[in-house]
């Protein structure tokens, strides 16, 4: 079945560095999503990217989708204590339809003030 | 508050009783999701319901039954659980169908614990 891999795990940083996490996934997406989770909260929709080399941003987060469709990235410049939290990508399931996502085990990133 | 309420947010029930999740979305939303979250997994697709009609049973065990009477609202049901199925059990909604289709918007969850 479709695989979504993360990495890395855990990454901690002192505030003020910045911070990538990569997704990898085993099948083409027709599209990435990304979502955020505070500690002891629930997921956050952040954004989500369709075209084959797109590059968006949102403030200190830039996140990036693959040629192939099949990797991502988000990148945060300057981290800040409020960025605090787990990181997800998710793909949908096999036929396309945002419908049904697998979501990848997360990056869980801390930040030292 | 997200858009998707759910009830209640912690529980803890034995392995011989019956309860039941509650979510409720107020969004619009045609689709409806039950995820579980275990310390070190993924997130776990358990249900899908697509205008009421379900479309995805992820080989879930017979103990947990959902239903889904409308699009707005979504339960799952509990019984003679484990103690492994201790979890955060998520509910989310989403827009699916054109170029409308959504993120998901997740509930705050239901913490669960079974003893």
């Known amino acids: 079945g479709q695989q979504v891999m993360q990495i890395p795990q855990y990454q901690h940083v002192q505030e003020g560095e910045d911070f990538t996490t990569y997704c990898n996934s085993s099948t083409t997406l027709s599209n990435i999503q990304w979502y955020k989770q505070r500690p002891g909260g629930h997921p956050v929709f952040l954004i989500q990217l369709v075209k084959s080399g797109e590059v968006k941003k949102q403030k200190r987060l830039t996140f990036q989708f693959g040629e192939a469709k099949k990797n991502s990235s988000l990148h945060i410049t300057a981290t800040q204590t409020t960025d605090v939290g787990t990181y997800f990508c998710?793909?949908?399931?096999?036929?396309?339809?945002?419908?049904?996502?697998?979501f990848g085990k997360g990056t869980l990133l801390t930040v030292n003030p | 508050e997200t858009g998707v309420t759910q009830t209640p947010r912690h529980l803890v029930m034995g392995m011989t009783n019956k309860k039941s999740l509650k979510c409720e979305q107020h969004?619009?939303?045609?689709?409806m999701y039950w995820y579980k979250q275990s310390a070190k997994k993924p997130l776990e697709l358990m249900f899908v319901y697509n205008f009421k009609e379900q479309t995805e049973n992820n080989s879930v065990p017979s103990r947990f039954s959902p239903e889904c009477p409308n699009s707005s609202h979504l339960f799952l049901h509990l019984h003679t659980l484990q103690p492994e199925d201790s979890a955060l059990y998520l509910c989310a909604s989403s827009f699916i169908g054109g170029i409308l289709e959504s993120g998901y918007t997740f509930g705050s969850g239901t913490r669960l614990t079974v003893v």
């Open positions: 998710a793909g949908p399931h096999s036929g396309g339809s945002n419908y049904k996502l697998t």
């Open positions: 969004l619009g939303h045609n689709a």
